[in-house]
């Protein structure tokens, strides 16, 4: 079945730096791709997705690049701000299990002030 | 826009209890998801549900966990009884159909069990 690997595991970035998180996956056949954003006791948020026919999407200061050769997709996020402070979380859905989104361990990202 | 409602929020039982979860999702979405986040960790799906109809349970553990869809829309999940290891955020997702649509999740119920 498939499995998603997320790295790093937590990052710490200044305000105003730029910050990227990593998603591989191991089912070629997978092809949509979301991001959940999660603060703390809350619910997770989608923030943007990506599907397998297109290579990158951006909506304002986050952006998801997509490598369908390499199996993996990213997460950007520029010009951080102290409210982008929360786990993220990058999942991968495939064709044989309509619905079902394989979670990554998410990364616990700290922008400092 | 009402979100994914969930009740209660927190619960806290001795292990051996029982313990439901109840969830509303969005209107007009037939497609509903029950997933178990552990602590530090993403969600994983325990049971998908299309109106009423589940069609993918193979996550859930039958010998305690049960869940519900009767009128294809509201939900429950229940354990019974429940064990420490158990103790975990439930949350409950809905997309319109077909179920290759975006997922929104719940604010979730965290069950402790000591």
């Known amino acids: 079945g498939e499995n998603v690997e997320q790295h790093p595991s937590t990052l710490s970035v200044q305000e105003g730096d730029s910050a990227v998180i990593k998603c591989t996956y191991s089912?070629?056949?997978?092809?949509?791709f979301p991001w959940y954003k999660q603060e703390l006791g809350k619910r997770p948020q989608l923030i943007i997705d990506i599907r397998s026919n297109v290579g990158e999407k951006k909506d304002q200061r986050i952006a998801v690049t997509l490598n369908k050769t390499a199996k993996h997709f990213s997460l950007h996020i520029t010009e951080t701000q102290p409210e982008d402070s929360a786990v993220y979380f990058c999942?991968?859905?495939?064709?044989?299990?309509?619905?079902?989104?394989?979670f990554g361990q998410g990364t616990t990202l700290q922008v400092k002030p | 826009e009402a979100g994914v409602v969930q009740s209660p929020r927190y619960k806290i039982i001795e292990k051996k209890q029982p313990v439901a979860f109840w969830c509303n999702p969005i209107?007009?979405?037939?497609?509903l998801y029950w997933y178990r986040q552990n602590l530090g960790q993403g969600p994983e799906l325990l049971i998908r549900?299309?109106?009423?109809?589940?069609?993918?349970d193979s996550q859930l553990p039958k010998d305690r966990f049960s869940a519900e869809r009767l009128k294809g829309v509201d939900s429950t999940l229940k354990i019974q009884p429940a064990e420490l290891g158990d103790s975990a955020v439930y949350l409950c997702?809905?997309?319109?159909?077909?179920?290759?649509?975006?997922?929104?999740f719940g604010p979730g119920t965290r069950l402790t069990v000591t």
């Open positions: 089912d070629s056949a997978s092809n949509y």
């Open positions: 209107s007009g979405h037939n497609t």
């Open positions: 999942a991968a859905r495939t064709p044989s299990n309509t619905g079902k989104l394989i």
């Open positions: 997702a809905s997309s319109l159909l077909p179920p290759t649509s975006e997922q929104y």
């Open positions: 549900y299309e109106n009423e109809e589940a069609v993918d």
